[in-house]
T-cell receptor
Framework: GENVEQHPSTLSVQEGDSAVIKCTYSDSASNYFPWYKQELGKGPQLIIDIRSNVGEKKDQRIAVTLNKTAKHFSLHITETQPEDSAVYFCAGGTAGNKLTFGGGTRVLVKP | DTEVTQTPKHLVMGMTNKKSLKCEQHMGHRAMYWYKQKAKKPPELMFVYSYEKLSINESVPSRFSPECPNSSLLNLHLHALQPEDSALYLC???????????????FGDGTRLSIL
């Protein structure tokens, strides 16, 4: 089955700096890669996603890149703000409505 | 506020109790999911329902029994749970257009379950 690895497990950045989280996946059949943000006491919230026929996608301060050949994808957050502090999960999707999540990255933005 | 509503938000039960978790969505989604999340871990898929039929069971113990009475509701019936079953139980839903997975899953805020 699919295996998704996520790095780093924790990330501390100064407000205004950029944050980058990287994920690798094992199943070449995976074709959908969402990113979720989970705040304390809440469920995961979809923040951006990318499909295998696209190399890059951007939404305001958030961007995701996908390298299918290398089987890795990354989340980039620019101009970080304290409200960006949360746990971020990447995931890989294969047929059958099945998502496999990475281990998560705890992001702390210091004011 | 999420568009997937889960009740109750918190549940404490003994190992001999029977209880149910409930999930509701009104987005017209025809795929619904149960996940289990332990502290500081990612969500783990338990069950997938597609058009109200169980399509994936990730080898979950029989003390967890899912039910999808209609396209908007998803239940998880609990019986004779163990202390290690204490976790956050998340419900999600998505559109179901084809056999591919590329439809976003929308999560509720979960039920935090504690087994005494």
């Amino acid at each position: 089955g699919e295996n998704v690895e996520q790095h780093p497990s924790t990330l501390s950045v100064q407000e205004g700096d950029s944050a980058v989280i990287k994920c690798t996946y094992s199943d070449s059949a995976s074709n959908y890669f969402p990113w979720y943000k989970q705040e304390l006491g809440k469920g995961p919230q979809l923040i951006i996603d990318i499909r295998s026929n696209v190399g890059e996608k951007k939404d305001q301060r958030i961007a995701v890149t996908l390298n299918k050949t290398a089987k890795h994808f990354s989340l980039h957050i620019t101009e970080t703000q304290p409200e960006d502090s949360a746990v971020y999960f990447c995931a890989g999707g294969t047929a059958g409505n099945k998502l496999t999540f990475g281990g998560g990255t705890r992001v702390l933005v210091k004011p | 506020d999420t568009e997937v509503t889960q009740t109750p938000k918190h549940l404490v039960m003994g190992m001999t109790n029977k209880k149910s978790l409930k999930c509701e969505q009104h987005m017209g989604h025809r795929a619904m999911y149960w996940y289990k999340q332990k502290a500081k871990k990612p969500p783990e898929l338990m069950f997938v329902y597609s058009y109200e039929k169980l399509s994936i069971n990730e080898s979950v113990p029989s003390r967890f029994s899912p039910e999808c009475p209609n396209s908007s509701l998803l239940n998880l019936h609990l019986h004779a749970l163990q202390p290690e079953d204490s976790a956050l139980y998340l419900c999600a839903s998505s559109q179901k257009r084809s056999w591919s997975v590329d439809q976003p899953q929308h999560f509720g805020d979960g039920t935090r379950l504690s087994i005494l």
